[in-house]
């Protein structure tokens, strides 16, 4: 075989694969928008088959031949980072067993059913055993993944974010959490923003969000909106599907939970075309992946420069929100006020929702919080970060969807990505000094624009450190995010 037959035989294979995670990522977002509730034990059974046939795939005994066979061949930037990628996924695939994988997949989603119910319930007690038989799984999977050494913790990070280590996560995020607590110190006892008033029907929430992400570049073409409990986006290639949630008393939450997940669905739908299903396509990391959501929902959806057209466009749909006027409806949107919902917090508190999270997951995956003390837990660390307790658990430790789905390591990604959104914009700025008066007009085009050859196109032809290193000089850190918070929140509040 020939270092080129090697090269073709290896994008073939891929290809393959990666059809079948469009598949699963198919039977994911069904189950999370409009699946049957009956049809969760046969939905765990599909998932868990394919996932099994994809790891057999990915772990295909030619795929080491094919890589060192096509190391020979001319190949340019794309190519070699296709050689890259794949021998990374391998080297992975091949330390979990496959019975592993195959539990793993069929727990996800038997687990997730089970969330949902006592979320619903807001009965954590019929949760935890879920979560403790997820939690064994992946202990085991970061056991195989790292070989029993170092942190079990950072083979699960390395999953979502490639080279991370818990330890140098820490750090960055002390110092974070310093900065955050000086600002708030700062924001305590300033005036209440004022806050929408009224009933705001699903439907003008629902007009309003496919406006706003149309207004962002989102392509109805290869997309859709579509309701979940827990918000999210789906898919790659040319079908990247996104989901909101409605309160007909806030519709904020409806609107910034789309802008949020259309910056996802940018992303995917940036990557160049001549990447798909290959091994060099897709996101770099779920850091870069998020700070593409927290840009679009944060640096543009809730910038003051674009008050003007976002308010423009909320009236147009909802019509009187009892605001008087974009100042005040900038205001509102970044409000500062108390909570107990993460994907609902403002950006001066959101990053202390993910380092408690970061902290306690990490003390799970340990063994030592036992899973049967998460509540209690969760309520003491939330009461000494925010000085006020959960009244239920489906504001405390069932609010969010992911420990049922075991992402154990993907929360610090957020907190990642708002570092990353920040160093983004900040560049983008120097770039465009138009920005701003283009955004008062309601015209997006230039971050997208922008975005497009520097983030989306390149997929994963760049390792995560050389992406940021070109995109804005380093790999970020707290500096540009806690520059952005003071720039935003002290006019706001005459600090």
């Known amino acids: 075989m020939t270092a080129a037959d090697a090269y073709a035989a290896l994008l073939s294979h891929h290809h393959r694969i990666a059809a079948l995670e469009d598949a699963a990522s198919i039977l994911s977002w069904d189950q999370e928008t409009c699946m049957p509730p009956a049809g969760a034990a046969q939905r765990a059974e599909s998932r868990g088959a394919l996932a099994a046939v994809l790891h057999g795939l990915r772990t295909d005994p030619r795929l080491p031949d094919w890589i060192a066979a096509a190391e020979a061949a001319d190949l340019d930037e794309a190519g070699r980072a296709d050689l890259r990628e794949a021998a990374r996924s391998h080297a992975l695939s091949t330390r979990v067993p496959a019975d592993l994988a195959e539990a793993l997949a069929r727990e996800a989603s038997a687990t997730h059913r089970v969330w949902a119910q006592a979320q619903a319930e807001r009965d954590p007690a019929a949760f935890l055993p879920a979560l403790d038989r997820m939690l064994s799984l992946r202990r085991q999977e970061a056991q195989a993944l790292s070989g029993g050494g170092g942190d079990p913790y950072d083979a699960l990070l390395d999953q979502y974010e490639p080279g991370a280590s818990a330890a140098a996560l820490a750090e960055t995020f002390a110092r974070l959490r310093a900065g955050l607590t000086a600002l708030l110190d700062r924001i305590a006892g300033a005036p209440q923003a004022p806050q929408a008033r009224g009933r705001f029907p699903q439907a003008a929430q629902l007009a309003l969000a496919r406006a706003a992400a149309e207004a962002c570049g989102y392509d109805w073409r290869v997309g859709r909106l579509d309701l979940a409990v827990h918000p999210f986006s789906s898919g790659g290639g040319r079908d990247v599907r996104i989901t909101t949630r409605v309160r007909e008393d806030d519709p904020m939450e409806c609107l910034y939970s789309t802008l949020h997940e259309t910056g996802h669905a940018l992303y995917e739908l940036g990557v160049d075309e001549a990447l798909l299903g290959r091994p060099a396509g897709g996101h770099a990391s779920m850091g870069v992946h998020e700070s593409q959501s927290r840009l679009w929902e944060n640096h543009v959806g809730r910038a003051a420069a674009a008050a003007p057209a976002i308010h423009r466009m909320a009236e147009a749909h909802l019509g009187d929100m009892g605001l008087a006027g974009p100042d005040a409806f900038h205001a509102a949107a970044n409000a500062v006020q108390p909570g107990f919902i993460r994907t609902a917090a403002d950006e001066a508190q959101y990053d202390l929702h993910i380092l408690l999270r970061f902290d306690l997951e990490r003390a799970l995956l340990s063994g030592d919080?036992?899973?049967?003390?998460?509540?209690?837990?969760?309520?003491?660390?939330?009461?000494?970060?925010?000085?006020?307790?959960?009244?239920?658990?489906?504001?405390?430790?069932?609010?969010?969807?992911?420990?049922?789905?075991?992402?154990?390591?993907?929360?610090?990604?957020?907190?990642?990505?708002?570092?990353?959104?920040?160093?983004?914009?900040?560049?983008?700025?120097?770039?465009?000094?138009?920005?701003?008066?283009?955004?008062?007009?309601?015209?997006?085009?230039?971050?997208?624009?922008?975005?497009?050859?520097?983030?989306?196109?390149?997929?994963?032809?760049?390792?995560?450190?050389?992406?940021?290193?070109?995109?804005?000089?380093?790999?970020?850190?707290?500096?540009?995010?806690?520059?952005?918070?003071?720039?935003?929140?002290?006019?706001?509040?005459?600090?």
């Not at 430790?397 to 610090?412: K, R, T």
């Not at 283009?438 to 989306?456: E, K, M, S």
Request: with cysteine; net charge negative.
């Open 369 to 495: 919080l036992p899973a049967e003390d998460l509540p209690q837990a969760w309520d003491e660390r939330f009461e000494a970060d925010f000085g006020r307790r959960p009244s239920n658990a489906a504001e405390g430790c069932l609010q969010d969807v992911h420990w049922s789905e075991g992402l154990i390591g993907y929360f610090p990604t957020y907190t990642l990505g708002n570092m990353g959104a920040a160093a983004l914009m900040q560049r983008l700025r120097e770039d465009e000094p138009a920005l701003d008066a283009a955004l008062g007009q309601g015209d997006f085009r230039p971050v997208l624009d922008w975005l497009r050859p520097r983030i989306h196109a390149p997929g994963r032809i760049k390792p995560v450190a050389a992406l940021w290193t070109d995109a804005v000089g380093a790999p970020p850190d707290e500096t540009a995010l806690l520059a952005h918070l003071e720039a935003k929140f002290a006019p706001l509040h005459g600090l």
